[in-house]
C-alpha cells in the first residue's frame, strides 16, 4: 500500500513562502508522474505543477515564476516551493502519484492547508 503524506503547509502573509513536501511510503516518486494540485472553498481541484519522471516540469499559469516543484530521489520526496504567495493561493494542496501504468491506481495524500493571510 502506498501512502502519501504531505508536510509544510500554513499560514503565510502576501508575499511569504512555504515549501510543502510530499513523502511516499514506498520508492515510487522517481518513476511516475507526480502533481501538486490545491482545491479552494467551493472551487474545483486544479493541478498547480508536475513533474515527470524525466524531470520534466509544468506549471499552472497562475503559479508560473512563483512556484517550483522537485524531487529528491535519496529521500523519495517531491517538494513544492511556493513564493511570493497571494491570498488567492489560498487552499488545501495535495500530492498525487499516478502510477495507473504500473500498479493501476492513482494516490493522494491527505492534503495540507496554505492560508495566505495579513
Known amino acids: 500500500q502506498v501512502q502519501l503524506v504531505e508536510s509544510g503547509g500554513g499560514t503565510v502573509q502576501p508575499g511569504g513562502s512555504l515549501r510543502l513536501s510530499c513523502a511516499a511510503s514506498?520508492?515510487?516518486?522517481?518513476?511516475?508522474?507526480v502533481g501538486w494540485y490545491r482545491q479552494a472553498p467551493g472551487k474545483e481541484r486544479e493541478l498547480v505543477a508536475g513533474?515527470?519522471?524525466?524531470?520534466?516540469?509544468n506549471y499552472a499559469d497562475s503559479v508560473k515564476g512563483r512556484f517550483t516543484i522537485s524531487r529528491d530521489n535519496a529521500k523519495n520526496t517531491v517538494y513544492l516551493q511556493m513564493n511570493s504567495l497571494k491570498p488567492e493561493d489560498t487552499a488545501v494542496y495535495y500530492c498525487?502519484?499516478?502510477?495507473?501504468?504500473?500498479?493501476?491506481?492513482?494516490?493522494w495524500g491527505q492534503g495540507t492547508q496554505v492560508t495566505v493571510s495579513s
Open positions: 498525487n502519484a499516478d502510477s495507473r501504468s504500473f500498479t493501476g491506481h492513482n494516490y
Open positions: 513533474i515527470e519522471r524525466t524531470g520534466t516540469t
Open positions: 514506498v520508492s515510487i516518486l522517481s518513476i511516475v508522474p
